[in-house]
């Protein structure tokens, strides 16, 4: 490796103090020395000028979906482009390698329910950025248990633990839950805490897309303390946010709870992504009892039945939580829905000539669910909450290349934007800690975060005031603005200027 001097940069260290101008000395992938500006030997280095411009710690994006795409993807274009060095996927109860892995037709079917193969998979494929991964419940169930609307057995609750118990050993960096979604759903909260047991002593996180984000929302952030509680202590809130305009105003009794509990010695973060339309499945705008049967059987029904189409159709009319004029088309398994990218539910209608719900349930009948935005946040609500000290960013999408344009801007904007929209309440070193040294603990980066002597090398070079980014529902996959460089284990892996060989030398984090 080349030794690199970088010098006249502003450095933001990642401790939140009040940036200076300095030289930072890189030796291999660690950094060598941090020092006044203009002090350290250039002999033997190859000399990087900020001409004034920021040096920050490698950004972490601490809420994401790249199981499998770390590998499919390991150019990892949607992060490094923002400046994300390290990357936390395993979000929301899923892990590809305890269910998608079982059909996959490469390296991952020989991963399938083996996390020690799964990250070994994930190392040999080279990514470009830092790669850690969770342990999901939600995967766990449908390993054990399948799709069963019920309680587990001791012997399914045994097995579950087997491979919870695998994976932490083996270099997961925490248990996440996703009560939400299927089948974690079914499962009452004491499954959970038996399972989040198993992170006591252990330092790692339980991380929680919450049983309600909307009507139960308080009663959610309680249980999730519950079961964190059992754990090691320490908890990450998902994509903190009030959803629905009924529950905009349980904002200030979310953050009293969650502030009470902190006072009380729960290790709290919680993390959101910069946009007030959240992306998940299209189905999950299903009504009950729908909404308790899985994606391939809802939409075999609905392919296969007329009648069941109708009954769909007709319970969706007499409610729905998401608005449909709000809720939009992301990506799609179909080529066919690809002309209706960024468009509404209501504009889709229209140009099928049928209701919005109507809309929905042809999508769904295709065979398979596409992803949608839903925008049922409010933008003060937003603002809010990206400026409590303990949130941080959290993308909630997986790494998509520069040439994949049917995602949720979300995929390549979140840290600009996270960083603008936090920025109006916060110094910028306060918000650079957010993105950098205070994830980088929660998740046990050892020597990560931080700009120091020591560390790992991974740096950004940006400049701050233009930092930004111009992506939408429209157009998503635009690059971040501002970002001059971003290096990974001391090696450039994404910059401006076109003639620096570039290197995709991140790893997979296995968390001890």
């Given at each position: 490796?080349?030794?690199?001097?970088?010098?006249?940069?502003?450095?933001?260290?990642?401790?939140?103090?009040?940036?200076?101008?300095?030289?930072?000395?890189?030796?291999?992938?660690?950094?060598?020395?941090?020092?006044?500006?203009?002090?350290?030997?250039?002999?033997?280095?190859?000399?990087?000028?900020?001409?004034?411009?920021?040096?920050?710690?490698?950004?972490?994006?601490?809420?994401?979906?790249?199981?499998?795409?770390?590998?499919?993807?390991?150019?990892?274009?949607?992060?490094?482009?923002?400046?994300?060095?390290?990357?936390?996927?395993?979000?929301?109860?899923?892990?590809?390698?305890?269910?998608?892995?079982?059909?996959?037709?490469?390296?991952?079917?020989?991963?399938?329910?083996?996390?020690?193969?799964?990250?070994?998979?994930?190392?040999?494929?080279?990514?470009?950025?830092?790669?850690?991964?969770?342990?999901?419940?939600?995967?766990?169930?449908?390993?054990?248990?399948?799709?069963?609307?019920?309680?587990?057995?001791?012997?399914?609750?045994?097995?579950?633990?087997?491979?919870?118990?695998?994976?932490?050993?083996?270099?997961a960096g925490g248990f996440s839950g996703g009560p939400y979604y299927l089948p974690g759903k079914f499962a009452p909260t004491e499954e959970l805490k038996e399972l989040a047991a198993l992170l006591k002593g252990t330092g790692k996180p339980y991380a929680t897309h919450i049983r309600s984000e909307a009507d139960t929302l308080l009663e959610s952030l309680e249980e999730a303390v519950e079961i964190a509680r059992c754990g090691d202590n320490s908890l990450e809130i998902?994509?903190?946010?009030?959803?629905?305009?009924?529950?905009?105003?349980?904002?200030?009794?979310?953050?009293?709870?969650?502030?009470?509990?902190?006072?009380?010695?729960?290790?709290?973060?919680?993390?959101?992504?910069?946009?007030?339309?959240?992306?998940?499945?299209?189905?999950?705008?299903?009504?009950?009892?729908?909404?308790?049967?899985?994606?391939?059987?809802?939409?075999?029904?609905?392919?296969?039945?007329?009648?069941?189409?109708?009954?769909?159709?007709?319970?969706?009319?007499?409610?729905?939580?998401?608005?449909?004029?709000?809720?939009?088309?992301?990506?799609?398994?179909?080529?066919?829905?690809?002309?209706?990218?960024?468009?509404?539910?209501?504009?889709?209608?229209?140009?099928?000539?049928?209701?919005?719900?109507?809309?929905?349930?042809?999508?769904?009948?295709?065979?398979?669910?596409?992803?949608?935005?839903?925008?049922?946040?409010?933008?003060?609500?937003?603002?809010?909450?990206?400026?409590?000290?303990?949130?941080?960013?959290?993308?909630?999408?997986?790494?998509?290349?520069?040439?994949?344009?049917?995602?949720?801007?979300?995929?390549?904007?979140?840290?600009?934007?996270?960083?603008?929209?936090?920025?109006?309440?916060?110094?910028?070193?306060?918000?650079?800690?957010?993105?950098?040294?205070?994830?980088?603990?929660?998740?046990?980066?050892?020597?990560?975060?931080?700009?120091?002597?020591?560390?790992?090398?991974?740096?950004?070079?940006?400049?701050?005031?233009?930092?930004?980014?111009?992506?939408?529902?429209?157009?998503?996959?635009?690059?971040?603005?501002?970002?001059?460089?971003?290096?990974?284990?001391?090696?450039?892996?994404?910059?401006?200027?076109?003639?620096?060989?570039?290197?995709?030398?991140?790893?997979?984090?296995?968390?001890?």
């Amino acid at each position: 490796m080349e030794n690199i001097l970088f010098t006249n940069v502003m450095l933001y260290d990642g401790t939140g103090r009040a940036p200076f101008m300095a030289d930072v000395a890189v030796r291999d992938e660690r950094i060598a020395a941090v020092a006044e500006c203009g002090t350290l030997k250039r002999t033997g280095a190859v000399v990087v000028d900020g001409k004034g411009v920021a040096l920050t710690p490698g950004f972490v994006d601490v809420h994401s979906h790249s199981d499998s795409a770390a590998a499919y993807v390991p150019t990892g274009d949607s992060k490094i482009s923002q400046g994300v060095t390290t990357d936390i996927s395993g979000n929301c109860g899923f892990s590809f390698y305890l269910t998608g892995a079982k059909n996959a037709q490469d390296d991952f079917k020989k991963a399938y329910c083996n996390f020690a193969a799964y990250a070994d998979v994930i190392e040999r494929a080279q990514p470009a950025v830092n790669i850690v991964h969770l342990c999901g419940h939600n995967a766990l169930r449908v390993r054990v248990m399948g799709y069963e609307n019920r309680h587990a057995t001791r012997e399914e609750l045994r097995q579950m633990k087997e491979l919870l118990a695998d994976a932490l050993a083996n270099g997961a960096g925490g248990f996440s839950g996703g009560p939400y979604y299927l089948p974690g759903k079914f499962a009452p909260t004491e499954e959970l805490k038996e399972l989040a047991a198993l992170l006591k002593g252990t330092g790692k996180p339980y991380a929680t897309h919450i049983r309600s984000e909307a009507d139960t929302l308080l009663e959610s952030l309680e249980e999730a303390v519950e079961i964190a509680r059992c754990g090691d202590n320490s908890l990450e809130i998902s994509h903190l946010k009030t959803s629905g305009a009924p529950n905009w105003h349980k904002l200030d009794a979310a953050f009293d709870y969650i502030e009470t509990q902190q006072s009380r010695g729960v290790r709290i973060l919680a993390d959101r992504y910069p946009y007030v339309h959240s992306c998940t499945s299209l189905r999950q705008i299903v009504p009950a009892p729908y909404d308790e049967v899985d994606t391939r059987t809802l939409c075999g029904r609905l392919k296969e039945s007329a009648e069941y189409r109708k009954e769909l159709i007709a319970a969706m009319q007499r409610g729905v939580e998401r608005p449909l004029e709000r809720t939009l088309l992301m990506n799609s398994p179909f080529a066919e829905h690809r002309k209706w990218y960024g468009m509404s539910m209501v504009e889709i209608g229209k140009l099928m000539g049928c209701s919005p719900e109507e809309a929905v349930v042809n999508l769904l009948r295709a065979g398979d669910s596409p992803s949608a935005a839903f925008g049922t946040m409010n933008e003060e609500n937003l603002e809010r909450i990206l400026a409590k000290p303990y949130v941080v960013p959290g993308s909630d999408g997986n790494i998509r290349s520069f040439d994949d344009g049917g995602t949720h801007p979300r995929a390549f904007g979140t840290c600009p934007r996270f960083f603008r929209i936090a920025a109006k309440n916060c110094d910028y070193a306060s918000v650079i800690r957010r993105m950098t040294a205070l994830p980088a603990a929660k998740f046990n980066l050892a020597g990560r975060g931080l700009v120091a002597p020591g560390y790992f090398a991974d740096l950004v070079l940006l400049d701050l005031e233009k930092f930004d980014c111009n992506a939408d529902y429209a157009v998503p996959n635009q690059r971040a603005l501002g970002v001059r460089a971003v290096y990974v284990n001391g090696k450039p892996g994404y910059a401006e200027d076109p003639d620096v060989k570039l290197a995709r030398s991140g790893k997979m984090l296995r968390i001890r």
